[in-house]
Nanobody, 124 residues
Framework: QLQLVESGGGLVQSGGSLRLSCAAS????????IAWFRQAPGKERVGVSC????????NYLDSVEGRFTMSRDNFKNTVSLQMNDLKPEDTSGYFC?????????????????WGQGTQMVVSP
């Protein structure tokens, strides 16, 4: 079965750190760009970060720039999102996505696979 599996969510205090991981199961994502989205209850889904096929280009949502870092291992088909200095407004469900493009993209039209998501709660 082809799927993306996220892990690493949980409860963390404000100012703390957490690392999310995403692994591809049954699919080789090759050099497709990978993106993270988040969606909080009652809010729109937004792109948080993306990383290009070779892992050279990264883009981040302004509000997480400097606090979040994305990385990928193309041999293991895994990506990680290191989140530091977490804030309560980072509380959300986080979703890993695979795109159909090589360059960094959060555009919905470029996404062909979504993970089930992992929840993260940042307490004040």
């Amino acid at each position: 079965q082809l799927q993306l599996v996220e892990s690493g969510g949980g409860l963390v205090q404000s100012g703390g750190s957490l690392r999310l991981s995403c692994a591809a199961s049954g699919v080789d994502w090759g050099f497709s760009a990978i993106a993270w989205f988040r969606q909080a209850p009652g809010k729109e889904r937004v792109g948080v970060s993306c990383i290009s096929g070779y892992g050279i280009l990264e883009n981040y949502l302004d509000s997480v720039e400097g606090r979040f870092t994305m990385s990928r291992d193309n041999f293991k088909n895994t990506v990680s999102l290191q989140m530091n200095d977490l804030k309560p407004e980072d509380t959300s469900g986080y979703f890993c996505t695979k795109t159909t493009v090589f360059g960094c993209s959060n555009a919905p039209r470029d996404i062909d696979m979504w993970g089930q998501g992992t929840q993260m709660v940042v307490s004040p």
